[in-house]
């Protein structure tokens, strides 16, 4: 892990105007239009204690975007959980125990229309904006997960933050790993494995920006500072 211009690790317990505030905050968004992209690492250094396998985070990266996306659709809620794409995956996300449990009768098709999305789903990186862009590594609240605070994700974007989040399997309401949907439960849910699996969470998420920075990914290279 080499990063030098890392602005700062949350714990959540030229070229548009958004909008006049961020609906949510009430605060003015940056100058910068916001871009989102769903990746997923995989940690081979950690075993998942319930697959067997490497510890795998489905990861959000928020970044300010081309001057174009101002005038492009937005991202829908349900981009979040690949629009579906595992079968039966949109079902589980709407039960009590993962986001249908926020309200009764709450489904993705109504968040579709109604979550504030501001962010373009793999929107072109702002290629004018002054780079490199500090970083934030943002962490979920236990029983959230990476999409929860999008207020506050796309408002740092918009500022010129490069914002990353990801599911903290175990502890996030719902995350999809492998081409599966995981939720609380087994051996990543006990309290000391979440303890331990978090802080090493967000120090792995560090070290693979810095790759995607140092050309592992096209649209995020020299966007951050190595050391």
């Known amino acids: 892990m080499a990063?030098?211009?890392v602005s700062g690790i949350l714990l959540a317990g030229?070229?548009?105007a958004m909008s006049t505030s961020v609906p949510t905050t009430g605060m003015p968004p940056g100058p910068f239009p916001v871009g989102v992209t769903t990746v997923q690492f995989s940690d081979g250094s950690r075993t998942d204690p319930d697959s067997g396998g490497p510890r795998q985070l489905q990861?959000?990266?928020w970044y300010?975007?081309?001057s174009e996306a101002a005038s492009q659709p937005r991202n829908?809620?349900?981009e979040f959980l690949s629009r579906g794409v595992i079968p039966g995956s949109i079902a589980a996300a709407e039960t009590d125990d993962a986001i249908g449990g926020y309200r009764e009768g709450l489904t993705i098709e109504e968040l579709d229309r109604t979550w504030p999305n501001q962010a373009v789903r793999d929107a072109r990186p702002c290629g004018a904006c002054k780079?490199?862009?500090p970083l934030v590594i943002f962490s979920h609240g236990s029983g959230a997960f990476r999409a929860s605070y999008i207020y506050w994700t796309e408002f740092l974007a918009s500022h010129g933050f490069c914002v990353v989040a990801c599911d903290h399997p175990g502890s996030a309401r719902y995350t999809q790993v492998g081409g599966a949907v995981v939720k609380p439960g087994g051996t990543r849910s006990a309290r000391a494995q979440m303890e331990a699996d978090r802080p090493a969470d967000m120090l792995f998420l560090l070290d693979?920006?810095?790759a995607l920075s140092r050309g592992a990914d096209s649209r995020f290279a020299g966007s951050l500072a190595p050391r």
């Open 59 to 61: 990861t959000e990266i």
């Open 3 to 5: 990063l030098r211009r």
């Open 131 to 133: 780079r490199p862009w």
């Open 208 to 210: 693979c920006m810095e």
């Open 76 to 78: 829908l809620y349900s």
């Open 14 to 16: 030229g070229a548009r």
């Open 64 to 66: 300010p975007a081309a």
